[in-house]
């Protein structure tokens, strides 16, 4: 079955861009999520990548795929404080009946 | 404007005292799932309902049951908590076809004393 990894922690600092990377293992996985989750609090869907595209931007958040390797990754540009949380990266099909797989969460410190 | 609602926020039961927790959705999701998370670990699927059939995964203790009475609600109940049940349980919604709609609930944390 799919096994989906990240690194545990990142830390940086304030206004710099925060890289948090993602590895999978299912090639026939078709789409590729990343979540945010805040101390207490559910999982809030960031951003998806289907997996024909190679990259993916939104405001703050750029989503590379290298498809080849079985790569994600996730930028956050400009990071700040609220930024602060532990990032989810996820793989599933394209059916959309099928429970996503994760990976453990990369717990991101944003110091001021 | 919530999408996926549970109640309660927070929960605090007994040890081997039944509890039930629910979960309710506005976006006429047809699947909606039930994971289990402990501190700083990635969320653990307990089941999941694909429309009314009922998909329980391997390693789920049967401690652990759940009800879909309609498209909109979920329930799942603990039947004799442990303290080992203590954990944030997250509800989430699919819809087949739109796999880029997988949205989680705030979740339920439950407390067993």
């Given at each position: 079955g799919e096994d989906v990894e990240q690194s545990l922690f990142l830390s940086v600092r304030e206004g710099d861009s925060s890289v948090i990377n993602c590895t999978y293992t299912?090639?026939?996985?078709t789409y590729l999520y990343w979540y945010k989750q805040e101390p207490g609090a559910g999982l809030q869907l960031l951003t998806y990548i289907f997996s024909n595209m190679d990259m993916k931007q939104d405001q703050r958040l750029t989503v590379l795929l290298n498809k080849k390797d079985k790569h994600l990754s996730l930028r956050i540009a400009d990071?700040?404080?609220?930024?602060s949380a532990i990032y989810f990266c996820a793989a599933g099909s394209a059916s959309g009946n099928t429970p996503l797989v994760f990976g453990k969460g990369t717990r991101l410190s944003v110091i001021a | 404007d919530a999408m996926v609602i549970q109640n309660p926020r927070y929960q605090v039961t007994q040890f081997g005292k039944p509890v039930t927790l629910s979960c309710s959705q506005?976006?006429?999701?047809?699947v909606m799932y039930w994971y289990q998370q402990k501190s700083s670990q990635a969320p653990k699927l307990l089941f999941h309902y694909y429309d009314k059939d009922f998909n329980n995964e391997?390693?789920?203790?049967?401690?652990f049951q759940s009800r879909r009475p309609n498209t909109s609600f979920c329930f799942l109940d603990i039947r004799s908590p442990g303290l080992g049940d203590a954990a944030m349980y997250l509800c989430a919604t699919s819809k087949s076809g739109r796999p880029y709609e997988q949205y989680f609930g705030p979740g339920t944390r439950l407390t067993v004393t």
């Open positions: 299912d090639s026939s996985s990071t700040q404080t609220g930024d | 506005t976006l006429n999701h047809n391997a390693d789920t203790p049967d401690n």
